[in-house]
């Protein structure tokens, strides 16, 4: 699928479509710069499990690591800010038709 930009130029979105979290450091980076909510900040336990992150700093104790997940997917507009500002390259983008692949 293919769109244009403001001026009619061809442009293609590059859709977020998944996070290694074996290599996000967790920085948010790639949060502060998406508008959308795509992605959320969660912990993993020392069981290997991925959990929310309360405001309360008793239980950080059980985090062993904090990584960015996929929120909400569909929000996603393809700008590829995310993937510039991820200094992990974690992330993995393409087309629509990747995606539904």
């Known amino acids: 699928m293919s769109f244009a930009t403001r001026d009619g130029r061809d442009w293609t979105p590059d859709y977020l479509?998944?996070?290694d979290?074996?290599?996000?450091i967790g920085c948010g980076r790639c949060f502060k710069v998406c508008g959308r909510d795509v992605m959320t900040l969660r912990g993993i336990n020392e069981s290997g499990e991925l959990v929310d992150l309360d405001n309360d700093?008793?239980?950080d104790d059980e985090i062993e690591k904090k990584i960015m997940v996929l929120n909400d997917q569909g929000a996603c507009i393809g700008c590829g800010a995310c993937a510039?500002?991820?200094?992990?390259?974690?992330?993995t983008h393409g087309?629509?038709?990747?995606?539904?692949a």
Do not use: F, G, L, Y
């Open 57 to 59: 700093d008793d239980d």
């Open 21 to 24: 979290a074996n290599k996000c």
């Open 84 to 91: 510039r500002v991820c200094p992990a390259s974690c992330q």
């Open 17 to 19: 479509i998944s996070i």
């Open 95 to 100: 087309s629509a038709a990747t995606e539904a």
